[in-house]
């Protein structure tokens, strides 16, 4: 599988890439890591018809593909990563795509790729060289077939007017445009595996054409229906320069790009994926006649094959479905995002175990989810166990149960051994003498707010620690059940000692009496090494987070759970918690049957957020820093697309791979409901009026029990 690039003799300059955008290179290697876009082609001529082409294609960042002069994605799949991770990814991948030429007289393959050398965003990773990487089938229409594939009968040559991130200019262009040269084969390390996902789709949601008369510099601002991540595409017929901004709503920061075009025809395609609800062109005319300038957008996200929906008597709270829904549609790409706007990688596995969740409401297909699981199990083994985030890597293993109980694919939980076993081995070395986490390198994350002038996104011990044991708790009883779905009961019943083990020294440490609460963790000092570690305080804190945690995970038993529910729920002496943190709570809701009771006053603090801006869900409700500006692009708070249809439905996964459900209906004083649930056999309906039984219908490889009537 040869892999090329430019010509290290001609561009010795071009060759080497930085790991990532967190990789802390010292000035002697900065020289060696210079920005460049390389132009790739190939040309194929054939006597014979082309009927289909299918191929793999990956490069070491990224690649913007056309063929035949048209666009066709955007990629490759990323590799994912972690704060900590600073080094080469372990793998890289390749997309698949099957182009079909079928309805027409095809016979060349004109292929044209774009390849950014260093990464820009810091879900970006890279093996530390630049390559470009294609192999493929070429069917004819008598089924005869061809293989292509890169070497150095291709061309690559780099493209100057890309002279930097967000920057470029027609005016750098050095050699003619029409000036190439051979590209050259260069050494495979890439250790490239298939994508586990289907490629992007690239959905064209906005164009538009202004024209800017002589010696004039004119401003054009659009509003988008709703926020998406974009690329910005432009052509040009005259001279000019352009500052593209975006930004998610007015008055809040915007990214931006420029582009100078010195040519009569001008056209540029965007690298960077902006996160956009309104965009801004600023245009000056440089020409001696009146130009015009064409914008486009193209917004990518993972393909959607199915649809769920909810639709209730309760407006609002439809409301809050559509925009959790969107919201995470546009943040599902090659891995789940955090937001369109941050696009961090996959150290925020808190987000997208919730996203998960809500896809099994909104869209049904898993793979992203899996394949998130299946990355960030080869970060924790490369990097032996330790993640930048200490809770989300705990919650890694909930999320790895739940996704398996949608899909009921064994393969991923086998993927995930090792990793599994590296963890909790890692966790097992932070423990002091009674069992308790004491030691570890960080606190965090437990919610986006501030207690006693401490942020919670990295707390220090004395309220942190009953968090991260909570979550290290719950860890060990997914563990338990996943070493059982795989047939290794010692070790399940190893793992089931510990837990019971380490649920009395729990509450033995952490749960005050007095108060009959628990309490957030120890003021004593903090030992091993620390990446992000706050000065701990001799101070005893209290807090919902490890109440609503220990209540969740059954650390405290059912009575205890329920009376803590009660008192804590609309404390306002207790700190508020944000729509990410709610997740955990309306789990707790529902698991101890309070959902009648606070579930829907809980769900209706959303209604006003979505009034506010339905482009797009709001990151969170309490400002944790008084200039602190949310995005809204951040679907770890979509939380009620999963909670609603799973309360009202009273759904219950039997069997994993959801080959047999129990429904126990409630309305929760809704006139009625309509909720589809789409799944890997076909679509589940719900429909239930008030006063009447629930109609629920299925495809037939699904199993279903009916629960109790409606009131």
């Not at 049957?593 to 506010?612: A, C, Q, T």
Request: hydrophobic residues 35%; aromatic residues 14%; proline residues 4%.
């Amino acid at each position: 599988m040869p892999w090329i690039w430019l010509d290290e003799k001609i561009y010795p300059q071009y060759q080497l890439n930085k790991y990532n955008t967190l990789y802390d290179c010292t000035n002697k290697e900065s020289e060696n890591f210079k920005y460049c876009v390389a132009d790739i082609s190939g040309y194929y001529k054939f006597e014979k018809n082309i009927k289909s082409l299918t191929f793999r294609i990956s490069a070491d960042n990224c690649y913007i593909l056309h063929i035949n002069h048209n666009f066709i994605g955007i990629g490759p799949a990323l590799p994912g990563g972690d704060f900590l991770c600073t080094g080469k990814a372990p793998k890289h991948y390749a997309d698949k795509y099957v182009l079909d030429f079928s309805n027409e007289a095809v016979k060349n393959l004109d292929i044209k790729a774009k390849v950014r050398l260093q990464p820009e965003m810091c879900s970006d990773y890279s093996r530390g060289h630049g390559g470009f990487f294609l192999s493929g089938t070429v069917t004819f229409d008598d089924g005869t077939t061809e293989t292509i594939e890169t070497d150095s009968n291709w061309w690559a040559k780099p493209d100057e007017c890309y002279n930097d991130f967000g920057s470029y200019d027609s005016s750098c262009r050095e050699e003619p445009y029409f000036a190439s040269f051979k590209a050259s084969e260069v050494e495979d390390i890439w250790n490239l595996e298939d994508s586990y996902i289907p490629t992007r789709t690239f959905n064209q949601i906005f164009e538009r054409e202004v024209n800017v008369g002589v010696g004039k510099t004119e401003t054009f601002e659009f509003e988008l229906d709703k926020i998406y991540g974009v690329y910005p595409v432009l052509s040009t017929y005259g001279m000019c320069d352009i500052s593209f901004k975006a930004c998610e709503l007015k008055g809040q920061n915007e990214t931006e790009e420029k582009i100078v075009f010195d040519d009569i025809f001008g056209d540029y395609f965007s690298f960077r994926m902006h996160s956009a609800g309104t965009v801004k062109l600023i245009i000056e005319n440089t020409d001696d006649i009146e130009i015009k300038v064409t914008l486009k957008l193209v917004a990518p996200w993972y393909p959607i094959e199915k649809e769920g929906s909810f639709v209730t008597s309760n407006k609002g709270l439809n409301k809050v479905f559509d925009v959790c829904k969107h919201t995470l549609k546009i943040c599902r790409q090659t891995l789940h995002l955090d937001s369109t706007k941050h696009q961090e990688l996959l150290a925020c596995t808190g987000d997208y175990n919730i996203e998960s969740l809500m896809t099994m409401f909104c869209f049904g297909d898993m793979r992203l989810a899996e394949f998130d699981l299946m990355r960030t199990a080869d970060w924790i083994s490369a990097n032996n166990g330790v993640m930048f985030h200490t809770t989300y890597s705990l919650i890694w293993v909930q999320m790895l149960h739940d996704v398996y109980m949608i899909t009921g694919r064994k393969e991923i939980l086998y993927y995930c051994k090792n990793a599994l076993s590296t963890l909790l081995e890692r966790f097992d070395s932070y423990k002091d003498e009674n069992g308790i986490i004491e030691n570890p390198p960080d606190f965090m994350f437990v919610d986006w707010t501030v207690i006693d002038g401490f942020s919670m996104h990295h707390p220090p011990k004395a309220l942190g620690q009953t968090v991260l044991n909570a979550f290290y708790y719950n860890a060990l009883i997914n563990a338990i059940k996943i070493y059982s779905y795989i047939g290794e009961h010692n070790k399940s019943n190893e793992l089931k000692t510990k837990a019971d083990s380490f649920k009395a020294e729990f509450n033995r440490v952490f749960f005050d009496k007095d108060k009959w609460l628990y309490f957030d963790g120890l003021g004593t000092p903090c030992g091993g090494d620390k990446h992000y570690h706050p000065a701990n305080v001799n101070k005893k804190y209290f807090s919902k987070y490890p109440n609503i945690l220990a209540s969740l995970y059954g650390l405290a038993d059912e009575a205890l759970a329920k009376d803590i529910l009660e008192r804590i729920i609309f404390d306002d002496s207790l700190q508020d918690i944000q729509p990410y943190f709610m997740h955990y709570l309306l789990c707790a809701v529902r698991k101890y049957g309070m959902f009648d009771k606070y579930g829907m006053k809980l769900l209706e603090r959303w209604i006003p957020v979505v009034e506010e801006c339905d482009k797009g869900l709001a990151e969170g409700w309490i400002a944790p820093e008084e200039s602190y500006s949310f995005d809204h692009s951040h679907a770890w708070g979509g939380t009620p697309a999963y909670q609603m249809p799973m309360a009202i439905t009273g759904l219950e996964i039997i069997e994993p791979g959801m080959k047999k459900l129990k429904f126990n209906p409630n309305l929760y004083g809704l006139d009625y409901a309509h909720i589809t649930i789409p799944t890997d056999y076909g679509y589940i309906d719900f429909k239930a009026e008030k006063g009447k039984r629930a109609v629920i219908t299925a495809p037939d490889e699904i199993e279903i029990i009916r629960g109790d009537l409606f009131e």
